[in-house]
Nanobody, 121 residues
Framework: QVRLVESGGGDVQAGGSLRLSCAAS????????MAWYRQVPGKQRDLVAT???????NYADSVKGRFTISRDNAKNTVSLQMNSLKPEDTAIYYC???????????????WGQGTRVTVSS
């Protein structure tokens, strides 16, 4: 069993910053890619940023230059530093990780429960 738990969401004014964190725990042998997604109620879940095990990163165009994804492989954590926040960043943010639970087992995607970010103008 693998569990992802996000923290750090909240309310912030436009131009402000927030840092989201996600900790993976449970039966973990290896974690490959980790990512953050976000979803506005009633709309699809969109990719925000990804990071490989070797810390190669990729960002949605809408957050490039404002958000930074990072990870700690020893602690099985991934973070998202969000600066210069805009009202359109308001969403529920979800942590995602590709996890193998045993040597030789395939990786599968796990999701956190989500953390809400509200940016007011």
């Amino acid at each position: 069993q693998v569990r992802l738990v996000e923290s750090g969401g909240g309310d912030v004014q436009a131009g402000g910053s927030l840092r989201l964190s996600c900790a993976a725990s449970g039966s973990i042998f290896s974690i490959n890619n980790m990512a953050w997604y976000r979803q506005v109620p009633g709309k699809q879940r969109d990719l925000v940023a990804t990071i490989t095990r070797t810390t190669i990163t990729n960002y949605a165009d809408s957050v490039k230059g404002r958000f930074t994804i990072s990870r700690d492989n020893a602690k099985n954590t991934v973070s998202l530093q969000m600066n210069s926040l805009k009202p359109e960043d308001t969403a529920i943010y979800y942590c995602n990780a590709d996890v193998s639970t045993r040597r030789g087992f395939p990786y599968r995607a796990y999701w956190g429960q989500g953390t809400r970010v509200t940016v007011s103008s």
